[in-house]
């Protein structure tokens, strides 16, 4: 009697991990890979320094490429990164890790850079939205 009961208590607290409660017909049930949009600092990667060299995902840095680090985005995300001072948009995908600077949020390309209109300046007030996941995206971290 005490085993099934012990059996029984077992399989009722792993029954009870896997439960999500009822979900709505039409709502979208929000997962890990759907991260909020993040406000801070943006920069860019060094063109002199970091051309060529391997990113996070194993691939050679590309300063023409729409490449970006994050910290902890999932690498393949695609996001959305927006001038906060000029309102230009462009679309990067998260293949390295960094910045390693206090108060950045995102390095993107000397490309990127050019096309949000932050190179001269260095940095800017950027807006990133992750807006899905690349087609056969590198290994998770």
């Known amino acids: 009697m005490r085993k099934t009961r012990m059996a029984m208590m077992a399989a009722l607290a792993l029954a009870a991990c896997g ?3 009822p979900v709505a017909p039409g709502r979208a049930v929000a ?3 759907r991260a909020e949009a993040q406000r801070g600092e943006a920069s860019f990667y060094h063109p002199d320094r ?14 023409g490429s729409n490449s970006a680090a994050h910290r902890t985005l999932p690498l393949g995300t695609v996001a959305e990164v927006t001038n906060l001072r000029n309102g230009e948009s462009r679309t990067v995908v998260i293949e390295d890790r ?3 600077v206090r108060g950045r949020i995102i390095d993107v390309s000397p490309r990127t850079a050019d096309e949000l209109g932050m190179r001269e300046s260095g940095t800017a007030p950027v807006e990133v939205r992750p807006i899905g996941r690349q087609a056969n995206a590198g290994r998770e971290e």
């Open 19 to 21: 439960a999500t409660g």
């Open 98 to 100: 960094g910045p390693y």
């Open 50 to 63: 970091f051309t060529g060299r391997p990113m996070a995902n194993g691939e050679p840095f590309d300063p």
């Open 31 to 33: 997962t890990e890979s």
